[in-house]
């Protein structure tokens, strides 16, 4: 099971863009990058997934490197809404061998004004 | 709406009186789950479903029980409860069970205390 790594917390300012990097050196062929942000006392949310180069939607962008060691969630002109938890999930749940789900500790980011 | 509900959202019970958290989904989806989830150490998942009556342990699954009879409903009994789970609770729900597409649908949670 691919174990991941992120940083603790982080902080930012409101307008900036906010890049949290994830570390997964065990990643394995099948395995897809997904990332969820949760808001205190409230469920996890999807926000984006990959599987390599890079992703986009709405909300964020995820960016890839081909080694896929390692992921970037990038949030765009992040407000002070976006202070949230943020957490890396590595897996692919469609694997007889690998239906567990392992979460790291996220990444707590705040948003300043 | 499509969601996932828990209830009861709130319970504070003792030690050993056995207790049960329901969970349904109203996506028609296979894979369910079972999280805890406490100050500093992320989610943890306690047990999952891929389907109907196939349920595994996941990575704390001592002190719990699940059935999986219907495919909607996925329950989190504690025979005995104790103090260490005390926790915050939360059920998951996905359509997929490969990794193309890995998004869970959370529940609102449920704050266990155990005294």
């Known amino acids: 099971l691919a174990k991941t790594t992120q940083p603790i917390s982080m902080d930012s300012y409101e307008g900036q863009e906010v890049n949290i990097t994830c570390s997964h050196n065990n990643i394995a062929t099948n395995d897809y990058i997904t990332w969820y942000q949760q808001f205190p006392s409230q469920g996890p949310r999807f926000i984006i997934q990959?599987?390599?180069?890079?992703v986009t939607n709405e909300v964020a962008s995820l960016f890839i490197p081909a080694d896929r060691k390692s992921s970037t969630l990038s949030l765009p002109r992040v407000s002070l809404s976006d202070t949230a938890v943020y957490y890396c999930?590595?897996?692919?749940?469609?694997?007889?061998?690998?239906?567990?789900?392992?979460w790291g500790a996220g990444t707590k980011l705040i948003i300043k004004p | 709406e499509a969601q996932v509900t828990q209830n009861p959202r709130y319970l504070i019970t003792v030690t050993g009186k056995k207790l049960t958290v329901t969970c349904s989904q109203n996506?028609?989806?296979?894979?369910m789950s079972w999280y805890r989830q406490d100050p500093g150490l992320g989610l943890r998942q306690i047990y999952y479903?891929?389907?109907?009556?196939?349920?595994d342990k996941g990575d704390v699954p001592e002190g719990y029980k699940v059935s999986r009879k219907e495919k909607r409903n996925f329950p989190l009994i504690l025979e005995s409860p104790s103090p260490n789970q005390t926790s915050l609770y939360f059920c998951?729900?996905?359509?997929?069970?490969?990794?193309?597409?890995?998004?869970?649908?959370f529940g609102p949670g449920t704050r266990l205390t155990v005294t």
């Open positions: 999930l590595v897996g692919d749940i469609g694997s007889p061998s690998n239906y567990q789900l392992i």
């Open positions: 990959g599987y390599k180069t890079k």
């Open positions: 996506m028609n989806h296979e894979y």
């Open positions: 479903s891929m389907n109907v009556e196939v349920t």
């Open positions: 998951a729900s996905s359509s997929e069970t490969s990794g193309a597409s890995y998004e869970q649908y």
